[in-house]
């Protein structure tokens, strides 16, 4: 197998030097989690930056992560979003929703609270859990958005089912309390039994009360 990882790394450093873009996002992939190659953080960002000037979506947004994190690079939350915001306008949900993030929390850019919902919209309705959890959080409290408790149980509940822990337990209080949903007790239950099995003690501690009263 590593003999297998080890010749793909090879194929795509051969690929990527004559330009190639997807080849070049590929192994700083393979450079980025060690796949062929010692992991190398430098020579990842390094080849994320060639291909993402050619335009790769993925490469673009694993870049922004680069920078966001200070791997390879320096930290820099300007390039961060920079990448993010070139990624997320090819549609690349996973950097709409980081772009998101940014905006909301004002990391590289000014905070902006109508363009992160504006961003996780556009990455929820791809399918992105995390998206789907922090859009549905807008809508509850009103930032960037109207305050809609009907939508923000509907974008909850996308998330849920997705498995998110956090979406569950707020879902779970949707329905225990009625917010934009009718008040539904098992409903409640059966979200926090979902999200308390995964860990999450707010869940566990609002479950334990249901059982107790």
Not at 56 to 61: E, I, V
Request: net charge negative; proline share 1%; hydrophobic share 35%.
């Amino acid at each position: 197998m590593e003999n297998n990882l080890e010749d793909a790394a090879q194929r795509y450093k051969d690929a990527a030097i004559n330009g190639d873009a997807d080849a070049q996002c590929n192994l700083g992939l393979c450079y980025e989690y060690g796949r062929g190659v010692p992991q190398d953080y430098a020579e990842a960002a390094k080849w994320y930056g060639k291909s993402a000037v050619q335009g790769n979506d993925l490469a673009q947004f694993r870049l922004g992560l680069c920078y966001e994190h200070g791997r390879g690079v320096l930290q820099d939350y300007t390039e961060a979003v920079k990448w993010y915001g070139k990624s997320a306008v090819q549609g690349n949900a996973e950097a709409q929703l980081n772009l998101g993030l940014c905006y909301f929390n004002g990391d590289g850019v000014s905070r902006n609270y109508a363009e992160a919902a504006k961003w996780y919209c556009k990455s929820a309705a791809q399918g992105n859990a995390d998206a789907q959890y922090m859009l549905g959080w807008c809508y509850e409290r009103g930032l960037g958005v109207l305050q809609d408790y009907a939508e923000a149980a509907k974008w909850y509940g996308e998330s849920a089912t997705q498995g998110d822990v956090f979406a569950q337990w707020n879902l779970g209080l949707c329905y225990e309390y009625g917010s934009g949903v009718p008040q539904d007790y098992v409903e409640a239950v059966k979200w926090y039994g979902k999200s308390a099995a995964q860990g999450n003690a707010w869940a566990q501690f609002n479950l334990g009360l249901c059982y107790y009263y």
